[in-house]
């Protein structure tokens, strides 16, 4: 079975919670992403490389800390 890499889930929301990220804007330019990367990466989307490496390092966090490997779900493949 294939696998896919997801952002652990509330991981967004907490970190701007927790170092007062007033926005979803303001936390996509600390990863250098836009907004709408951000929110289909939170939603559920697989993150590109550049975003995986953007996170973890505008957050001091390790991939293991940030994204988790997970089972490819059938509609994940069908969507693909």
């Given at each position: 079975m294939?696998?896919?890499i997801r952002i652990r889930p509330g991981l967004l929301a907490r970190l701007r919670e927790t170092r007062m990220i007033p926005?979803?804007?303001a936390q996509a330019r600390l990863i250098g992403v836009d907004r709408g990367t951000l929110r289909r990466v939170?939603?559920?989307s697989q993150p590109s490389g550049s975003f995986m490496a953007g996170l973890c390092e505008a957050f001091g966090l390790g991939l293991g800390e940030a994204f988790e490997v997970v089972p490819e779900?059938?509609?994940q493949?069908?969507?693909a």
């Open positions: 294939a696998s896919v926005s979803e804007e939170d939603a559920g779900t059938a509609e493949r069908v969507a």
